[in-house]
């Protein structure tokens, strides 16, 4: 019952459901690893214990009200945003990356729209039955085999849309207190509106939305095919060998051999529709390369499985590149990573993740920031001694308490004013601000143009930071 790509993008026509049939081969065995390996990952992160002495024993946490992301020992704060915008390039750049190479494939299989949706037609062949099946149960009127199958697909559905809304929440607070404080009404109103959010949401992407939500909706699925070459490989039907000279025709008697197919100007393809029924889409691949096509290879697969039966050679749908099947004596699909656009995407794909991990094994343990006061930019005091004003910003970055000490080199240490705080003691993942005089007499004012400030954690002196900082003074007439 999938239906025709004219169909449904017909403007404001209401979505044709597709029941797919259930496909085995190397690509579905593919998918479903993935999906376990993603759905272990997802769900049971929350759950992982990790001890560690501020916070929560939870190995990723987003702790929002301490502005700090834990991840297993690593603390993430405002101040390293830098490495989130890092992730995301690098992010953005795999995908080019992979598009480049093998086309539309993140989306076949590693998608949360995809994941979702697989699982949920699971739900729905384990309930209702095979694709004929859900068919019949479509068509029939409304009785009680049909509310009590339907209603049972929708129950399981709400309860995996709940379930993975919760779990999104769980990285957001302490997984075991906070399921019971949600469970017992004790939680945040925000928890339960973003459970309820995302309830929704996923139960109505992948229970009604499904592929248009890739159709019309997903911005990468309209913009993939800049990313496309004559090089790429994606899932294509060879045309030349399914249709033939007269085009494809049905295994009957006497068309059940490759010779006898050849001899009457046939084709491979025995129009069986296994690839069609099998898509998750929807389409028919064999009208050609199609922006609906998410690259998951379960067509591959179907028709895989009828070549085998009828003992044609395999690969009638496969992944190829166009140049390839336009070759007069195509070779084996091979991917073709000498070009230069996959050579960049790689290239910068590298240079970021060594930056990013440089970066990360070499962030110290605190940061420190002087800035110069400057309105006013130097005051003249009665004893016509010069003051500059600073202020010094300390952030700790380590899961301990921490002291800090400030100094200055190069000028006499009674240059210094701290007030009475010449030292401060900073929570982990906090900040403190100190501020500072540096006062020296006119004639040293006037040759001195910077200061220099030691910020020296006391648990670590050997890790101190240096900070400079202008020191203004203009004398009279000049
Ligand atoms: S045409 Fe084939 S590869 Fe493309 S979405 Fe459909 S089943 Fe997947
Ligand atoms: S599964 Fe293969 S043989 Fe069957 S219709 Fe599709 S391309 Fe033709």
Known sequence: ???????????????????????????????????????????????????????????????????????????????????????????????????????????????????????????ESKVQGERPARIRLYRQPWDREKIVRIGATHVAWLL?????????????????????????????????????VLTLATYFAAGYMREQICTYICP???????????????????????????????????????????????????DCGLCVQVCPTGIDIREGLQYRCISCGLCIDACNGIMDSLGFPRGLIRYDSEQNLENPAPVKPRLHWKRLKVIGYGLAIVLMSVYLAYSIASRSAFEGAVTQIRQPLFVVLSNGDIRNRYQIRVTNKLDVEETYSVSIKGLPVSALDMGEFSEVTVKPGHSAILQASIVLDAEMAESVHEVTFVITPRSHPDQARIETAGFHYKPLGT
């Open 1 to 123: 019952m999938n239906v025709g790509l004219e169909e449904q993008v017909a403007p404001l026509q209401g979505r044709i459901p597709v029941f797919t049939r259930s496909v085995k081969g190397v690509f579905r065995r593919f998918k479903t690893v993935i999906l376990i390996l993603a759905y272990t990952i997802f769900f049971g992160l929350p759950w992982v214990p990790w001890s560690r002495n501020d916070g929560p024993a939870q190995a990723v946490l987003f702790d929002l009200p301490g502005r700090r992301f834990l991840i297993f020992d690593l603390t993430i704060y405002p101040q390293d945003v830098v490495w989130l915008a890092l992730l995301l390039f690098i992010a953005a750049a795999v995908l080019f990356f992979f598009t480049a190479l093998v086309g539309r494939a993140f989306c076949g299989y590693f998608c949360f729209q995809t994941l979702w949706t697989d699982f949920f037609i699971w739900i």
């Open 160 to 196: 995996t849309s709940f379930w993975t809304a919760m779990s999104f929440v769980l990285y957001f607070g302490y997984a075991p207190e906070l399921v019971t404080r949600f469970l017992t009404g004790e939680a945040e109103s925000a928890a339960y509106v973003t459970v309820g």
């Open 220 to 270: 990468y699925g309209r913009f993939q095919s800049a990313m496309y070459d004559r090089e790429t490989l994606a899932v294509h039907y060879d045309a030349r060998r399914g249709e033939g000279k007269y085009g494809r025709a049905s295994a009957r008697s006497g068309m059940r051999t490759l010779e006898e197919r050849r001899e009457k100007g046939n084709g491979d393809c025995i």
